[in-house]
C-alpha cells in the first residue's frame, strides 16, 4: 500500500503568519490527494481534494498544490479556528491512506 | 445539513465484541458508499471498511478482515460495524464517513465514538 509521510510533525506558528505542510507519497498517487483539519471532539472536515481544490464552504486562505508524489498545504494567514492537526490522504489507489498528520499550534 | 452520529462505542476485553452504530440524516443515505475510518491514540487515520449502496461492495482492511463486519440499514439511515475478536490493537476513535462520487474521497465525517480494548 502506498505509504504517506507528512511533515513536520509539529509546526509552531504565530497568529497571522502563513503556514506551509508537507506531505509525501511513497509513489505516484497523480492529483488524487486530499487534506483533512481535526479538531478535538470534532468531526474531520474536508479542506481539499484533487490537490488543490477547495471543498464547499473552505476559505480562500487555504491552498493545495502538488502531483505526482509531492504536495502542499499552505494556509496563508492563520486564524486562531485554524490551530489543529491537518492530515494528508491518497485515493488514487487501493487501500486509501493517510499520513500521521500535522499538528499546527501557536508559537 | 449531513449529519453523521456514531455510537455504541465502549470498554471491552480481549476477545471480546462490540457493535457500533452510525445515524445518517440530512441527505439520501441509500445511494452513498459508507466507511468505518478509525485513529489510534497518538497515530493516524486508518481506513478500515465500506460498504456500497447496495451492500454489494464491501470491503475490509487486512488489519480487520475476518472479524469486523460492515453492514447497512438503509430503511433506518444506519450503518454498522460489528467487531469480534477485538484486540488491543484495535483500541482506537471509530469514525463514520460518506464516501463522494470520487472513489476514496471522504466527504463527511462523524465525530467518531470511542472503543478502548483492554483487560
Known amino acids: 500500500e502506498i505509504v504517506m509521510t507528512q511533515s513536520p510533525s509539529t509546526l509552531s506558528v504565530s497568529p497571522g503568519e502563513r503556514a506551509t505542510l508537507s506531505c509525501r507519497a511513497s509513489q505516484s498517487v497523480s492529483n488524487n490527494l486530499a487534506w483533512y483539519q481535526q479538531k478535538p471532539g470534532q468531526a474531520p472536515r474536508l479542506l481539499i481534494y484533487?490537490?488543490?481544490t477547495r471543498a464547499t464552504g473552505i476559505p480562500a486562505r487555504f491552498s493545495g498544490s502538488g502531483s505526482g508524489t509531492g504536495f502542499t498545504l499552505t494556509i496563508s494567514s492563520l486564524q486562531s479556528e485554524d490551530f489543529a492537526v491537518y492530515s494528508c490522504q491518497q485515493y488514487n489507489d487501493w487501500p486509501q491512506t493517510f499520513g500521521q498528520g500535522t499538528k499546527v499550534e501557536i508559537k | 445539513d449531513v449529519q453523521l452520529v456514531e455510537s455504541g462505542g465502549g470498554l471491552v476485553k480481549p476477545g471480546g465484541s462490540l457493535r457500533v452504530s452510525c445515524a445518517a440524516s440530512?441527505?439520501?443515505?441509500?445511494?452513498?458508499?459508507m466507511n468505518w475510518v478509525r485513529q489510534a491514540p497518538g497515530q493516524g487515520l486508518e481506513w478500515v471498511a465500506s460498504?456500497?449502496?447496495?451492500?454489494?461492495?464491501?470491503y475490509y482492511a487486512d488489519s480487520v478482515k475476518g472479524r469486523f463486519t460492515i453492514s447497512r440499514d438503509n430503511a433506518k439511515n444506519s450503518l454498522y460495524l460489528q467487531m469480534n475478536s477485538l484486540r488491543a490493537e484495535d483500541t482506537a476513535l471509530y469514525y463514520c464517513a460518506r464516501e463522494s462520487e470520487l472513489a476514496g474521497l471522504f466527504d463527511f465525517w462523524g465525530q467518531g465514538t470511542p472503543v478502548t480494548v483492554s483487560s
Open positions: 440530512g441527505f439520501t443515505f441509500s445511494p452513498y458508499v
Open positions: 460498504i456500497s449502496g447496495s451492500s454489494t461492495y464491501i
Open positions: 484533487g490537490a488543490s
